[in-house]
């Protein structure tokens, strides 16, 4: 890997704005974006026997066992590709145990980026939410506009983006959250997640300018 490259985590309720941040951070900083539930909603779309016990707990707002995500995403971590660019890890990990799994293998990130943002604001944000299968875009309705008609014919809806899948998801979250922010203490910035995607991204923006600096100064002292 280059000694320069970023490695990031990020994480937040369900809808927090997780992967739209990734969308940002990687178009400015290059990073491979490695997400969780991307890659398990592929093994499901895949059809695989992995992908149809996923998405029997996905469905119920659970989280799916780490037999099944932690090599997943180990393995995605270690191509060519995240170790020379650098990676934005975004849902992983969801558990003390997968935070664990994660350090033994040597992973180690340089910040952990937690989204907050008020609980009645995600219900209306997962209803609305859409995705173009073509550019994998996430959009929302009112939030996030398709840019044309033509896109917004093809927007699809996933599986578990209703009202009552989000509040199960939600759940799991609040069961979880605290015992991995535990484990990140030191290197974890809190950001406000409940305003304007462009206002979320400056303040992730200025955390990450000030983490390149200090990788540059380190760098250059050796
Ligand atoms: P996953 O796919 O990770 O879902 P999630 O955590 O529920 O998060 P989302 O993808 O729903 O939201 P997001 O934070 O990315 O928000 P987005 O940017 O799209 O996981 C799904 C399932 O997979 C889990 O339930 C679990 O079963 C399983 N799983 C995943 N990881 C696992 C793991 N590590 N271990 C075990 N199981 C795992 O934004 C949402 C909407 O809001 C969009 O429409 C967007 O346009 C809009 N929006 C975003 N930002 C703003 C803003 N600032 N203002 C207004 N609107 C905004």
């Known amino acids: 890997a280059k000694p320069n490259s970023l490695k990031i985590m990020i994480s937040g309720a369900p809808a927090s704005g997780k992967g739209t941040q ?6 400015k900083y290059d990073l491979v974006h490695v997400a969780a ?8 779309a895949a059809g695989s026997e992995n992908g149809r016990q996923a998405k029997e707990f996905m469905e119920k707002g659970k989280l799916v066992p780490n037999e ?3 090599m997943m995403v180990r393995d995605r971590l270690l191509q060519p590709d995240s170790q020379e660019k650098g990676w934005l890890l975004d849902g992983y990990p969801r558990s003390q145990s997968q935070a664990t799994a994660l350090k033994e293998l040597g ?12 609980e009645e604001i995600l219900v209306e944000r997962v209803v609305g939410r859409r995705l173009d299968p073509v550019t994998g875009r996430i959009y929302h ?15 699809t809806q996933r599986f578990d983006d209703t009202e009552e899948k989000v ?6 979250h609040h ?3 605290e015992a991995v922010l535990s484990m990140y203490e ?18 992730i923006d200025s955390a990450l300018e000030n983490l390149v600096k200090q990788k540059k100064a380190t760098a250059g002292s050796v």
């Open 22 to 27: 990734c969308e940002l951070i990687t178009k």
């Open 37 to 44: 539930g991307d890659l398990l909603r592929a093994e499901v």
């Open 68 to 70: 099944i995500v932690v």
């Open 107 to 118: 992973f180690e990130p340089d910040l952990f980026i937690l989204l907050e943002v008020p």
């Open 141 to 155: 309705l009112k939030y996030s506009p398709p840019e044309n008609e033509e896109i917004a014919d093809r927007l």
């Open 167 to 172: 509040k199960l998801r939600l759940r799991t």
């Open 175 to 177: 069961q979880n959250v």
């Open 186 to 203: 030191d290197i974890t910035i809190k950001v406000n997640g409940g305003v304007s995607k462009e206002e979320v991204f400056a303040q």
